[in-house]
């Protein structure tokens, strides 16, 4: 069954430096997203993006993050400076289509640590 | 403002033993409700889907999931749980027809002792 993959598995990143996270969305999928988990809350709603714009976002995704699909397959999550309170578990996920009725399926996650 | 809450953080129980677990969701409207499991080390992954016709719905592993519109709750279920269903249950919804984004509850450990 195919899979949305994430790389890293763990990043540790110091204060203020920026980092990437990475996805491999299913390959006929047009529809991509990233959610985070900080430790002991409930996974949270940070972006949708399709036809290489932003379609939703959260009050989350402030200006210090930015999504991209750099090219066919890839789709990264970028935080510019990244502050302590930025350390959680990034999911990525992605869908055939969009609406209500369609699922998402969801990567592994990338554990993200800021020291 | 949209929100999902699961009842139950932990649940403890053995094997054979039945299994329920609480969703319910702030408002109505248009929704499209999720359940999502996570086992140990894995990725979130879907166990049932309901949007719209009959309210019970079946899913994968022999969970099912029943949505009451006037309770706005999507519970779900299992007759008989066994070790290998340890894992973290999400319950999630979409708002809307066109709606993109989940909403998920706070999530349930289970433990099933063998």
């Known amino acids: 069954e195919p899979e949305v993959t994430q790389t890293p598995s763990h990043q540790v990143t110091q204060m203020g430096q920026e980092v990437i996270l990475r996805c491999v969305p299913i390959?006929?999928?047009?529809?991509f997203y990233w959610y985070r988990q900080i430790l002991g809350q409930k996974v949270e709603f940070l972006v949708s993006?399709?036809?290489?714009?932003?379609?939703?976002k959260s009050e989350i995704f402030d200006d210090q993050f930015s999504v991209e699909r750099p090219d066919g397959s890839n789709f990264t999550l970028k935080i510019r400076s990244t502050k302590l309170e930025d350390s959680a578990m990034y999911f990525c996920?992605?869908?055939?289509?969009?609406?209500?009725?369609?699922?998402?399926?969801f990567g592994d996650g990338t554990r993200l640590s800021i020291l | 403002a949209q929100s999902v809450s699961q009842h139950n953080h932990h649940v403890i129980l053995s094997e054979a033993a039945s299994l329920e677990l609480g969703c319910n969701y702030s408002?109505?409207?248009?929704?499209?409700l999720f359940w999502y499991v996570q086992y140990p080390g894995q990725h979130l992954q879907l166990l049932l889907k309901?949007?719209?016709?009959?309210?019970l719905v079946k899913g994968i592993k022999g969970f099912e999931a029943e949505f009451i519109k006037s309770k706005f709750s999507f519970n779900l279920r299992k007759p008989s749980v066994q070790w290998s269903d340890t894992a973290e249950y999400f319950c999630?919804?979409?708002?809307?027809?066109?709606?993109?984004?989940?909403?998920f509850g706070g999530g349930t450990r289970v433990l099933v002792k063998p």
């Open positions: 996920a992605s869908s055939v289509g969009q609406g209500g009725n369609q699922p998402q399926h």
């Open positions: 390959s006929n999928h047009l529809y």
């Open positions: 993006f399709y036809n290489n714009e932003i379609s939703e």
């Open positions: 408002y109505g409207g248009t929704v499209n």
């Open positions: 309901y949007f719209s016709g009959d309210p």
């Open positions: 999630a919804v979409k708002w809307g027809a066109a709606g993109n984004k989940l909403t």
